[in-house]
């Protein structure tokens, strides 16, 4: 583990936050994911309204435009409000929590299995190697995202019925992480193969260390820089990916909206002028996966010498 | 070059034999297809003669083989939610999704290379680093959103096209096509549009790059000195190399157009076979979604096997073992 | 020189900007080649030699440039003419070898379409007649079976017979000068005599003027009527090849010479042994002499004035070694007239 949080010193003190400080394209989409992260978690407690309680809810209120008083009631919302009277900025709070809990489980999910699957292959290759890779090239021939919604079908059959909205972010974390596992597991073995061949290998064997010992205490460290990289690329495709299954209607449940289907909804008043319930979260979600994204990038070159 | 192709063949059989199975345990683990087929309400008697009659008690492989027989045969049984053979559900929407998977790629592999190439040649122009800059945030932007905004602005805003469906369609030998009418035009442009900017972009970049690459090569410089003009050179030669890896991504790519078909269809009710499966993936309807998979799969396998095959007509190296090394 | 020189090159300087600053890859250079007349120019990669080739062709990829000089082709100006204008020329008049014939091909086009092509352009015949022409150049430059080897794409050939292609290509609008660019670096030892041999047969046979750019003195031995030895981006030693290869002057060509076996052998790893020191970078060129630093026989007025090239038996060498009172010169340090 030294070598690991050695590298990660050297990194962090030197060259790759010296990068983050001079680039603004990193500064700015940071601070916007920050703001984003955090309206997520504090939520309930920063929210002007809790909109899944019914007690707050006023039918009255529904379709106010941003920034007017309600015609009804009265009341000002700073974003308006949705067909139910719900405070948009507060739905999009909450949604912002949904999508991204459910980017980040998926992206873990993905990262842990690929990881494990790919440093298995790398190390013992054989059959092992053989199944694994097999299986990753055939499902890579496929979108992701068909991937996803195919595995999500899968499971939603295979949930009881009376279960299956209180089931639905778990499983929509289950098909997006494993339709995601592939990229994970492709470049670890890559790179664990070529660790393998290395001599520090060979003495933690010659010490007779256990393989899962060095797989993971030594090998692992080492290809830690492109999993960081492909995890940051990773959440803007998995939030995009939850994003659009729930505008599909086969994500987040009407329950627990998450951005994809607040978008969902929206749309079906855009053409009445009710333009905000679609828009704001809209520009949310490009935020969310922009500045993810860019992020994602910023990292590739910064953790890339090649290309710097 | 025959025992490349049979190879090949037999890698892609290979794989649809997989698809099939995961399909076949879709049918038969997921669900009761007997309480599908016939609701909750039915007798002992009639399930005992369907579950007869569907051979659910043959050994797995016995009922794996003729499942894959069915299939083969195109009868996938009937969908739960409609209650009608799937084939036939399938063919009637398959038209509209392949008219649209067509001319999004067109449009795509069109504009993809016209501005990828663009901006090969003029790299340090203003007009190109714009094209890559507005790509970058092409790539970010969900496939939905992007045909909500065209909705909005070309359908709500100026009024000009269509928002949902096919329109107007003309019926060529059984095909009902949208490019036969100007309404039936109109109406698909707008989702062709939104389902091939990804791939516009992503075959831009594509060709952008592979050009940078080529013009860097001596035999571009080789080109030059014997007095070739720049198109000569930029188009005769340095696009034809281009085209050999981009042939290979853009037709991978055709079959991500039919995957994100789902996506553009749903956002433009288009009545296609990813509207359907979308449908069927929401009501958990698995003689649809197995047979959708089994579609799709033969549809990546086939393309894949194209791919591979043009990538062998394109390049003469690949072909060195017919011509005989001297 | 009796007749008028095919070639003439007078004070060449190419500039490259870079963020650094502007590099000066040739700086300069100043040749004539007759024709009929091979002219080999050697010297350490990133001396300048491929650059001065490019000048010549007009072939600079951007931001590099010419700054000054002129290149004159049969006593008409060539370095100032517009780009549609050098492409007329390039190909038709100038005709130019690249060192890797596996890369010098376009893959993915055969042999004839590569040549049709450059013989329908420059030559405007109809598409039977370039075929015509094109086996005939496959047949000159020595392939068998040319008639049914044009359909054949480049992978199908050999080194060697890929380069007879290239220097077919070079040779097919007859040009009055061909530029090789280090023409046998890339193909085996046992095909690289023969290759310098066509060249030099079919160029003669042309009367063609030859700048043949190499760092393999051997070929240079077999082949060039004169030599140029260029250093850091100048022309440092120019004369008859017997002249520069078996007495030079200049203290740079007398380590490159000593440096290189007789046989054409892999001489690169010995030469550098042989001089102390690496060439300078192009943006750290010493002042005065650029080889100075690493001379034996540097003295004080070396690292101040660069010196001219000035007359050592029949050749010229640019070095204060040459000037006839440089015993005086090291006193007094007073700039003598370059003798032409």
């Not at chain 3, 080649?33 to 600079?60: C, N, P, Q, R």
């Amino acid at each position: 583990m030294a070598s690991f949080n050695q590298r990660l010193q050297t990194a962090l003190d030197s060259d790759l936050a010296f990068a983050f400080k001079r680039s603004p394209v990193a500064m700015t989409a940071t601070t916007i994911f920050a703001l984003l992260a955090i309206a997520a978690v504090l939520a309930p407690l920063i929210a002007p309204y809790n909109p899944f309680d019914p007690a707050t809810l006023n039918l009255m209120n529904g379709f106010t435009p941003p920034m007017e008083a309600n015609e009804f009631t009265g009341q000002t919302f700073t974003l308006g409000t949705d067909d139910q009277g719900r405070d948009v900025l507060s739905t999009i709070m909450y949604g912002l929590r949904i999508s991204l809990f459910v980017g980040v489980a998926a992206v873990l999910f993905a990262a842990v299995l690929g990881v494990t699957l790919g440093l298995l292959a790398g190390y013992f290759g054989g059959w092992v190697d053989t199944v694994v890779m097999r299986i990753a090239d055939v499902q890579i021939t496929f979108p992701s995202i068909l991937i996803a919604m195919l595995i999500f079908g899968v499971a939603k059959g295979l949930t009881p019925v009376e279960a299956r909205d209180e089931m639905a972010i778990w499983v929509l974390i289950l098909s997006i992480g494993l339709s995601e596992w592939v990229y994970y597991a492709r470049t670890v073995r890559g790179a664990t193969m070529v660790e393998k061949s290395k001599e520090y290998v060979a003495a933690a064997r010659l010490a007779n260390r256990s393989p899962l010992a060095i797989m993971f205490g030594h090998v692992l460290p080492n290809v830690m820089g492109p999993v960081l990289v492909l995890g940051t690329i990773g959440l803007a495709l998995a939030i995009i990916a939850e994003a659009t299954l729930s505008y599909l209607g086969v994500g987040a449940p009407p329950t627990q909206p998450s951005l994809g289907t607040l978008i969902r909804v929206g749309q079906d008043y855009l053409f009445n002028g009710e333009w905000w319930i679609l828009f704001f979260p809209a520009v949310t979600l490009l935020a969310l996966a922009l500045s993810v994204n860019l992020l994602g990038d910023w990292l590739r070159d910064a953790l890339n010498p090649r290309l710097r | 070059m025959l025992a490349f192709v049979i190879r090949r063949v037999l890698q892609a059989l290979g794989v649809l034999l997989v698809v099939g199975f995961i399909s076949f345990c879709m049918f038969q683990f997921m669900g009761d297809p007997v309480e599908g087929l016939l609701g909750q309400e039915a007798t002992e008697e009639q399930r005992r003669e369907l579950i007869e009659r569907l051979g659910l008690e043959d050994p797995i492989p016995v009922q794996f083989v003729r499942f894959v027989g069915n299939a083969v045969q195109g009868d996938f049984g009937l969908s739960y939610r409609l209650a009608r053979p799937v084939s036939e559900l399938i063919l009637e929407r398959l038209p509209a999704t392949l008219e649209l998977a067509f001319v999004s790629a067109i449009i795509a592999m069109a504009l993809g290379i016209v501005l990828g190439v663009f901006t090969a040649i003029n790299r340090s122009g203003f007009a190109a680093n714009f094209i890559m800059t507005a790509s970058l945030i092409g790539v970010s932007l969900p496939t939905f959103l992007i045909g909500i905004l065209l909705i909005y602005v070309f359908s709500v805003q100026l009024g000009w096209l269509p928002s949902f469906g096919r329109g107007e369609t003309v019926e060529f030998f059984g095909w009902r096509s949208n490019l036969g009418s100007w309404d039936g035009l109109r109406s698909i442009l707008l989702p062709a549009i939104t389902l091939g900017l990804y791939q516009m972009t992503l075959i831009m970049r594509l060709v952008r790059a592979e050009m940078l690459e080529v013009l860097r090569q001596d035999y571009i410089r080789f080109a030059r000195a014997r007095g070739l003009s720049e198109r000569a050179v930029n188009f005769g030669h340095a696009l034809k190399n281009t085209l050999v890896p981009v042939v290979t991504v853009t037709g991978l790519q055709l079959g991500s157009i039919i995957a994100f078909a789902i996506v553009t269809e749903s956002v433009f009710q288009w009545p296609g076979v990813g509207f359907l499966f979308i449908r069927s993936v929401e009501f958990v309807d698995v003689p649809v979604m197995a047979a959708y998979l089994l579609l799709i799969g033969a549809l990546f396998v086939v393309i894949n096997l194209i791919v591979d095959l043009l990538y062998f007509v394109i390049d003469p190296r690949l072909r060195s073992d017919r011509a005989g090394s001297h | 020189m009796t007749q008028s020189p095919v070639l003439s090159v007078t004070d060449l300087v190419v500039e490259i900007p870079t963020r650094r600053g502007v590099l000066r890859p040739v700086d300069s250079v100043s040749f004539d080649i007759a024709a009929g007349e091979v002219l080999g120019v050697v010297g350490e990669s990133g001396a300048g030699k491929s650059m001065t080739g490019s000048a010549v062709i007009g072939l600079i990829d951007p931001p590099g440039r010419i700054a000054s000089g002129e290149v004159r082709l049969n006593g008409a100006r060539i370095d100032n003419l517009r780009p549609s204008e050098m492409r007329r020329i390039r190909g038709k008049r100038i005709g130019m070898v690249f060192q890797d014939p596996m890369a010098s091909l376009n893959p993915l086009l055969t042999v004839g379409d590569q040549l049709e092509e450059t013989i329908q352009v420059h030559l405007g015949l109809r598409r039977a007649e370039a075929r015509k022409r094109a086996i005939a150049a496959l047949e000159e430059v020595g392939i068998p079976a040319a008639d049914r080897r044009i359909d054949s794409y480049p992978h199908e050939f050999s080194g060697g017979m890929r380069q007879r292609v290239v220097i077919a290509l070079a040779l097919a609008a007859e040009p009055e000068m061909v530029i090789a660019d280090e023409p046998t670096t890339a193909l085996d030892v046992s095909v690289q005599a023969q290759i310098v041999a066509l060249l030099r047969r079919l160029c003669r046979e042309r009367g063609a003027a030859v700048m043949l750019i190499t760092h393999d003195m051997g070929v240079i031995a077999e082949t060039a009527d004169r030599v140029a030895v260029m250093y850091a981006g100048r022309v440092v030693e120019i004369g008859p090849v017997r002249e520069v290869v078996g007495a030079p002057s200049h203290p740079y060509s007398v380590g490159l010479m000593g440096a290189t076996p007789s046989t054409s052998g892999d001489a690169a790893s010995e030469r550098l042994k042989q001089i102390p020191g690496a060439m300078p970078r192009l943006l750290s060129i010493p002042s005065g002499c650029a080889f100075h630093p690493r001379c034996p026989r540097a003295f004080d007025t070396c690292d101040r004035e660069a010196p001219p090239l000035l007359r050592s038996g029949s050749s010229l060498a640019a070095c204060w070694l040459c000037s006839p009172d440089h015993q005086h010169l090291v006193q007094s340090a007073t700039l003598p007239e370059a003798i032409e």
